[in-house]
């Protein structure tokens, strides 16, 4: 038996000392991005350019995200709020690059991007403002969107990304899976590193998952408000829930996060 487990864990290192092809991260705004970074930077000697995100990935930008994906080297990944496109998803497959896919539920979305720009200097920070527009306000013009900015609801604008759940090489995230419990959470981190590594799940070192759960530290990120699971509950008030109803409690149940609109 000591044998044997000399030799696993000798097989362990050498596989993980292979190099790990780059990838891209995408996730749909406020869905617990740096959460997920100390997740994959804590998996293995995995870095990636803070200061480098890509944005939207409309046709015109293409050529340019084209060219940063073409930059990434073993063992890197880019991060980026990317939209679903059939370019894309083809960009991807021709450099041969996977993807981890995060999103949440949009409820907690609504809430989370609330607070954020409320401390935040984003695009919407300054409208708000000049409007003087209460919490409740500003968390029905999330929902409901806003059209003299061209800003999408919250129905429209998750269904610019939704395509990706369906797409190719991509592991698609719920964000709840990584909080809801140590069992759920050491299940999500496996299969991100299974996919990454491209390892099978009988070699899998534990310590590695291990290690990418250590990573995680709340205290370590600007935008990391409060990252609980369905903390809209206590934010969301009757008006709220039948507005976000009417926008897109369909969309919820397409989702998983809802059965019914009887919530």
Request: net charge negative; charged share 25%; glycine share 4%.
């Amino acid at each position: 038996m000591k044998g044997m487990y000399v030799m696993s864990i000798e097989k362990v290192i050498v596989k993980m000392s292979k190099a790990i092809r780059p990838f891209f991260f995408n996730s749909f705004p406020k869905s617990g991005t740096h959460l997920m970074f100390q997740i994959l930077t804590g998996i293995h000697s995995i870095t990636f350019d803070q200061n480098l995100h890509l944005y939207e990935g409309v046709s015109a930008q293409l050529a340019d995200h084209q060219r940063e994906l073409e930059k990434l080297k073993e063992n890197e990944f880019l991060s980026g709020h990317i939209y679903y496109s059939a370019s894309w998803e083809k960009l991807l497959q021709d450099l041969d690059l996977k993807q981890v896919f995060l999103y949440r539920d949009l409820r907690d979305v609504v809430v989370s991007y609330n607070y954020y720009i409320e401390k935040v200097d984003a695009p919407l920070h300054q409208y708000y403002q000049k409007k003087q527009l209460s919490k409740k306000e500003r968390m029905l013009s999330i929902i409901r969107g806003i059209p003299e900015l061209g800003h999408q609801n919250i129905h429209d604008w998750f269904s610019e990304f939704k395509g990706w759940l369906t797409a190719l090489n991509v592991l698609s995230v719920k964000f709840e899976d990584l909080l809801r419990s140590e069992d759920s959470l050491d299940q999500s981190v496996q299969k991100i590193v299974q996919f990454i590594t491209e390892e099978e799940l009988g070699n899998l070192d534990q310590t590695i998952i291990k290690r990418a759960k250590e990573n995680i530290s709340t205290q370590d990120s600007a935008t990391f408000r409060k990252g609980t699971i369905g903390n809209w509950k206590e934010e969301f008030d009757e008006e709220i829930s039948d507005a976000f109803k009417e926008i897109a409690g369909h969309l919820l149940i397409e989702l998983g996060y809802e059965k019914d609109l009887l919530w």
